[in-house]
Nanobody, 124 residues
Framework: QVQLVESGGGLVQAGGSLRLSCAAS????????MGWFRQAPGKEREFVAR????????YYADSVQGRFTISRDNAQNTVYLQMNNVKPEDTAVYYC?????????????????WGKGTLVTVSS
């Protein structure tokens, strides 16, 4: 079992920055692929970014490539999402996700564990 708790959401102006954190508890955090999804009102949950267990390989959705950076600290059982140059369309609830493998990670239906989410609102 893995428990995930997100923090760092809030209100930010377009063009600004925000850093989300996800603290994990439970066993073997360092063996999980970790990532972030988001869900805007009335829309389906969508993949944002993921990072493999070693922290050496990251993958991003096209919509955030070059603006967001995912990282992890296995010693602190924490994964981060640095959001730069945010846009109003980035407004959503952001969810931390964990999966035992990086395969099919972009499909939210295959995720093993979820956090409860943190709201990010970007004003224009």
């Amino acid at each position: 079992q893995v428990q995930l708790v997100e923090s760092g959401g809030g209100l930010v102006q377009a063009g600004g920055s925000l850093r989300l954190s996800c603290a994990a508890s439970g066993r073997a955090f360092s063996t999980y692929t970790m990532g972030w999804f988001r869900q805007a009102p009335g829309k389906e949950r969508e993949f944002v970014a993921r990072i493999r267990s070693s922290g050496t390989t990251a993958y991003y959705a096209d919509s955030v490539q070059g603006r967001f950076t995912i990282s992890r600290d296995n010693a602190q059982n924490t994964v981060y999402l640095q959001m730069n140059n945010v846009k109003p369309e980035d407004t959503a609830v952001y969810y931390c996700a964990a999966k035992t493998t990086y395969l099919t990670f972009t499909n939210y239906k295959t995720i093993d564990y979820w956090g409860k989410g943190t709201l990010v609102t970007v004003s224009s």
